[in-house]
Each structure stands twice: as structure tokens, then as C-alpha cells.
């Protein structure tokens, strides 16, 4: 396909657009860590090493979905309107949001770190494709 040139990169709406998907996927990341490692120590009496293998989750899942993210929005342009969904999905199971899940259940919350894995993926990735 053709590029974008610089001067084009420039005057068009990407420039904003990847300033914003940098924005809302850092505070994505900035805020979960101390907040979520709190929770469960206090609610689950879970230390600092087992917290760790929590956003470690985070990070898996998010290596793992970066491949098939980028392969599915390279040739399906439509899930380009998923990116943010996904991330937010994952922000209510964390955030116990949803009607049906509890936030003090250990396996939501690690369900929910997963699916914020996967959401960063498609949130980072289609910025660069």
C-alpha cells in the first residue's frame, strides 16, 4: 500500500490520533499497578511476588495477542473500531463494573488482567500499522 508522508503525517489527523492512543494507553498502564498490588494484598492477603505474576499476565497476554492483532487489523480494517472496546472491557472486569462479576473474586480480576493485555494490544499496535 502507499505511506503516509512526513509532511502528510504532519498536517493530518495522525499526529493527534497517535497522541491520544499514547495518552489513554499510558494511563492505562500507570494507574493499575498500584492500585490493583493494594487490593490484593489487602483483600486477598496476596504478597508482592504473586501480585507481580498478576501483571505479568497482563504483559503475556499482551505479547501474545500483539501477532494476531496485527495480522487481523492489517487485513480486517473494520476491527479498528474494537481497540478502544476491548481495553475498556478489560477496565470493567477489573473495576468490578459489570452486573455480574464481583470485583473480590481473584480469577475475575485475573481474567480482567488478560483481557487488558489483549486491549493494549490492539490499542498500540494499529497506531503504527
Known sequence: GEGVGCR???NGPYLVLLCLDLLV???AWTFIDPILERHLHKAHHIDQLHAGYFFATMSLTYIL???LVGVANKR??????WNYGVMYLGMALLGGALLAMSSNNVWIQLLALSVVGVGQAFK???IVL
Open 8 to 10: 502528510d503525517f504532519l
Open 124 to 126: 498500540y499496535l494499529p
Open 65 to 67: 495477542a500483539t501477532g
Open 25 to 27: 494507553c499510558g494511563v
Open 76 to 81: 480486517l480494517h473494520m476491527f479498528k473500531a
